[in-house]
């Protein structure tokens, strides 16, 4: 059921023009109904079914009301209806249900700033929304299981996982990772983006051209490399979550396995936008995944990955020498 905020954006017949969804995506296994163009997802090629998630472009409310977690950015009201807003990009309503987004844009609509979010924040909203646990990660399919490489913004998760590309491992997801616990056979990882954001020095350094490649936003050197044909469509088990680390000290690819509390407490840090999460009341939720995580079947690790020259390569190496064990 609609709250009232989307029911009153809907009442009196049709939705208003521009909002009718017209772009039938592939993200996560859902089937996406968007008006708002997402190039950059692969084209819907299952059944005829009801779309799973519906992204509109229409007006949001400035405001919620009946509000439990209000700052500039983000409001949540009490039935879970969320409202996010970058300036000068877009601001976004989630429904409580997860299934509908409406986007009003402060940009051209297809601008590529306005999926970076979309594709960030409020897919980390939609997912926890759905029960299902986003890490802030770049996955790669080894074998037949994934592995995710976690951590912070800038440490090089994108550009390790299109090194492993090179050496043949297909990509499920670029910077979030949705993993849904339910699965019966252990945690599985939902494929998600075809492709991954680059900088383009290290797109250079690894023999990828840039041209004719969008841009992440007009005024970063960071590129979309599209990897449709080496993109892995199947959900897949997660074996192993690699948390890039710079250790004093080491050189890149040492590896230390973590157990127990102190791998709970990585898988912590690792799951997406978790200070909002924590800040929502969701922490009792928060602690009982990354738990559920440390029993995947080869481990939670720290890999030093200082940048240097030839840790790449280094990485590398050490991931696939652990995953062959």
């Not at 102190?262 to 990354?290: F, H, P, T, W």
Request: aromatic share 6%; net charge neutral; proline share 9%.
């Amino acid at each position: 059921m609609d709250s009232p905020v989307f029911a009153s954006m809907t009442i009196g017949g049709a939705p208003p023009r521009g909002t009718i969804p017209t772009d039938d995506r592939f993200l996560c296994g859902w089937r996406v109904a968007s008006a708002l163009p997402l190039p950059d997802l692969l084209p819907w090629t299952g059944g005829d079914g009801p779309a799973d998630l519906r992204i509109e472009v229409g007006p949001v409310p400035e405001r919620l009301t009946d509000t439990v977690f209000d700052q500039p950015l983000l409001q949540v009201a009490a039935d879970g209806t969320c409202r996010f807003q970058v300036p000068g990009v877009a601001a976004y309503l989630i429904d409580a249900d997860a299934r509908r987004v409406v986007v009003e844009p402060a940009m051209a609509p297809d601008a590529p700033d306005i999926r970076v979010f979309l594709y960030g924040t409020v897919l980390g909203l939609l997912c926890y929304r759905r029960g299902l646990v986003p890490l802030h990660a770049s996955c790669v399919r080894i074998g037949g299981g994934a592995v995710a490489m976690a951590g912070a913004s800038g440490m090089g998760k994108s550009t390790l996982a299109a090194a492993l590309l090179r050496r043949g491992c297909p990509v499920l997801s670029d910077d979030v990772t949705v993993i849904d616990l339910a699965s019966p056979d252990g945690p599985r990882v939902l494929p998600a983006f075809p492709r991954l954001k680059l900088w383009g020095d290290a797109m250079a350094r690894m023999g990828f051209a840039v041209d004719g490649l969008e841009r992440s936003r007009p005024e970063l050197e960071k590129f979309h490399l599209p990897v449709e044909t080496r993109f892995s469509r199947q959900s897949v088990p997660l074996r192993a979550v690699f948390h890039l680390t710079v250790g004093p000290g080491h050189e890149g690819g040492t590896t230390r396995r973590l157990h127990g509390p102190e791998a709970a407490a990585g898988i912590g840090r690792d799951l997406y936008r978790n200070g909002m999460m924590v800040r929502l009341g969701q922490s009792k939720r928060l602690l009982s995944a990354a738990v559920a995580l440390t029993g995947i079947p080869d481990g939670i690790w720290t890999i030093t990955h200082p940048h240097d020259a030839g840790c790449l390569d280094r990485s590398v190496a050490a991931i696939l020498e652990r995953m062959a064990a």
